[in-house]
């Protein structure tokens, strides 16, 4: 049995200082369903990894990376035709770094609901997806609605992270209809403080609700009980992965059977360490670290 089922979109990001003036730069993949693969998979949690890259040298580089944490990759497709994404990071001294995708057309953003494999997904233990692939495009979107009708007719628990990027919407009305249907949907909900009002009627009671607040750090309200955990001061080189690695520290810890307040511990833990690394994935920890 798979422990954890996910898809989405893993692409190349290159990250820099102000562009037209800096004159260096750094290459890695990134993806907020790939950190959460590679951050289980390090905790020796069985991985299945569903998305498409393209026949170039990015694309070979997510599936070599794939394989070699031990994430299964059977259902991953290289797609002729279309290219690897590209994410382009711009940190700006004092201000929100800037994101530039180059992901039109991608072979990420080409997943569609044909590509869902119902009987994998049935036989997992939690499906996690992310409202970044539910924005990708029409066909992205009906495959993660694919996959989680696939979840619940299996009783196969549903995790879902909000991560709303404005960029990637029409309008923040569509958004809150996506987002909020596939927040309704899920068993086990993470967001950031700032994307409460997008998913209002999920938050409900009956409903696990992992809330990140920033520099106050996070809570989780399950069984109509409140836990919160400070986060950890750590020298903080790049922010972009912290989320995505708190939610693969959680999921690890839920798949463990720990306690709530656990739980976030545990997310914390890995998301200082990814914030404390130049990329979003290799700075994760294994099991023997912690």
Same mark, same amino acid.
């Given at each position: ?16 200082? @102000? ?7 750094? /290459? ?5 369903? *790939?950190? &959460? ?5 390090? *905790? ?13 040298? &990015? ?27 590209? #994410? ?10 800037? /994101? ?71 309008? =923040? ?29 999920? /938050? ?19 069984? @109509? ?6 986060? *950890?001061?750590?020298?903080? =080189?790049?922010? $972009?992965?912290?989320?995505? $690695? *708190? ?42 670290? #912690?």
């Amino acid at each position: 049995m798979t422990d954890v089922y996910t898809l989405g979109e893993a692409l190349g990001v290159v990250s820099s200082g @102000r562009v037209r003036h800096e004159c260096e730069a750094r /290459l890695d993949v990134c993806g907020p369903e *790939f950190t &959460l693969a590679v951050g289980l998979a390090r *905790f020796g949690h069985r991985v299945a990894y569903l998305g498409k890259v393209g026949a170039d040298e &990015l694309g070979a580089r997510v599936l070599t990376t794939l394989r070699g944490e031990g994430v299964d990759t059977l259902d991953m497709r290289v797609t002729e035709g279309a290219r690897t994404g590209l #994410l382009l990071r711009e940190s700006r001294l004092g201000r929100p770094e800037r /994101l530039t995708h180059y992901r039109t057309g991608s072979a990420g953003s080409r997943l569609s609901p044909g590509n869902v494999p119902i009987d994998r997904i049935g036989a997992a233990k939690i499906l996690h997806v992310s409202g970044i692939t539910a924005a990708l495009g029409r066909d992205a979107l009906e495959a993660v609605r694919a996959a989680v009708s696939a979840a619940r007719t299996a009783d196969v628990v549903v995790s879902f992270a909000v991560d709303y990027q404005p960029e990637l919407w029409d309008s =923040v009305r569509e958004a809150e209809e996506v987002l909020g249907e596939l927040a309704c949907a899920s068993h086990l909900l993470f967001l950031g403080q700032d994307e409460l009002d997008l998913v209002k009627p999920a /938050l409900t009671a009956e409903r696990e609700v992992v809330v990140n607040r920033g520099q106050k750090g996070t809570s989780v309200r399950a069984d @109509r009980v409140r836990y919160d955990q400070p986060s *950890f001061q750590v020298p903080v =080189v790049d922010t $972009a992965g912290g989320s995505d $690695a *708190f939610v693969a520290g959680y999921v690890s810890a839920a798949l463990d059977g720990l306690t709530p307040q656990e739980r976030l511990h545990r997310g914390a833990l890995l998301s200082a360490a990814a914030v404390s690394s130049a990329s979003d994935w290799q700075g994760l920890p294994t099991r023997a670290d #912690l």
